[in-house]
């Protein structure tokens, strides 16, 4: 069989930058099972691994705009020091959690001048050209109550 609409997938993966940094790996881990064709893996990624089948090795580079998308200028925010509780020294590269009229969203703090810190609220991995490394590992239909829940069940998935 091949990896298509409503399989369950199971894959060994690593990711790295350009710069060949390792961003996230299942190395060391039970590996990443999900249900293809939902939109549960970033698009760039369930295009490449279409029609694979269990065994296939994929050593793929993803552009930005099939992945976590580009970095926006609308999503950096200045605002003041004193809006900021906590006792934790703030400093560039910190992680804040805010607020926003959507709900809770994470910032990473990109600038601090005198009273003003710029917030970047993009997506820590937008504008990133991504390199997975990606082994097929486990491959199987996906059960009538997991394509109507849209996830996985069972080792590797939801418990329910
Ligand atoms: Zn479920």
């Known amino acids: 069989m091949k990896v298509t609409k409503n399989t369950v997938v199971s894959i060994d993966y ?14 060391g881990r039970t590996p990443l099972v999900y249900l293809h064709g939902v939109g549960q893996l970033i698009p760039g990624l369930e295009n490449e691994l279409e029609g694979k089948e269990k065994g296939s090795s994929l ?6 705009a099939d992945a ?7 999503l950096y925010h200045v605002v003041p020091k004193s809006g900021f509780t906590g006792d934790e020294e703030m400093h560039v590269g910190m992680q804040v959690q805010l607020e926003t009229d959507n709900g809770p969203a994470i910032a990473v703090i990109s600038n601090i001048e005198g009273e003003e810190v710029t ?3 993009n997506h820590p991995l937008a504008g990133v050209e991504l390199h997975f490394d990606v082994d097929v ?13 849209g996830h996985v069940h069972g080792p590797g998935g939801h418990h329910h």
């Open 119 to 121: 917030l970047d609220l």
């Open 59 to 64: 050593n793929v580079v993803i552009a930005p």
């Open 137 to 149: 590992v486990d491959l199987r239909e996906a059960t009538a109550d997991e394509i109507s829940h």
């Open 14 to 27: 690593t990711l790295r930058n350009k710069e060949g940094e390792v961003l996230d790996t299942s190395s």
């Open 68 to 74: 976590y998308g580009e970095r926006h200028d609308s």
